[in-house]
Each structure stands twice: as C-alpha cells, then as structure tokens.
Nanobody
C-alpha cells in the first residue's frame, strides 16, 4: 500500500483545513486508517483513526470536537477535516494504514500500523 497525503498549508488560528490521503491498492477497506502528527522537537502523536468499513472512528482528546476523520472506500481516500485550528496543532501530519482482522477495528497505536505516507505540514499562525 502506498499512501500520499496532501492538503497541508498555512492557516490562521481559528481557521480550517482538510487533509486528504490517497491510497493505492484494491483492498483499501481491509485497512484501518489513521492520522498522526509530529511537532518539532516532540514525539509522534495519535490524532484520529477510522475502521476499514468507516463505521467506527476515534479521535484524540486534543482534537475531539474540532477534527473529523472520514473515508471513501470507493475512492481509496481518507480525509481529516480540521476546524478551529490552534497554534498547537502545528505539525507534520501523516496518514497510515493497518491491516485489520475485521472491518470494524479501529487502530490507535502507531506501532501497529504497517504503512505510512509522507507527511504534510500544517502551520497555524496565532
């Protein structure tokens, strides 16, 4: 599986951005998908994850109510809608894919992901 993230950029605090991750392959729905971020000088942080079917999602407390993960299995894409952005959201955001045994499994642990895309930089100015 190859993953390509896009949609990052510079936005003012309070603004919105939509990140998208395009995946190759014909078994996209077999993978749980996730978004992670890494700010300068900090460890990678879980942001959000979605099950293979798209029916279950999980968002980190730090983004709950502001970010929404979604996927389109027909298009092999997973998106991260980000609203009410804060300067502390500034980071490189990466998407990842995890092989799962069931379509309803949500994977929130980074080490359980099998494939990673390159990151896209999100910068939120104050």
């Amino acid at each position: 599986v190859q993953l390509q993230a896009s949609g990052g950029g510079l936005v003012q605090a309070g603004g919105s951005l939509r990140l998208s991750c395009a995946a190759s392959g014909r078994t996209f729905s077999s993978y749980g998908m996730g978004w992670f971020r890494q700010a300068p000088g900090k460890e990678r942080e879980f942001v959000a994850a979605i099950s293979g079917s798209g029916g279950r999602t999980y968002h980190a407390d730090s983004v709950k109510g502001r970010f929404t993960i979604s996927r389109d299995n027909a298009k092999n894409t997973v998106d991260l809608e980000m609203r009410s952005l804060k300067p502390e959201d500034t980071a490189v955001y990466s998407c990842a894919a995890a092989r799962t045994v069931a379509a309803r499994v949500v994977v929130t642990t980074g080490r359980l992901y099998d494939y990673w895309g390159q990151g896209t930089l999100v910068t939120v100015s104050s």
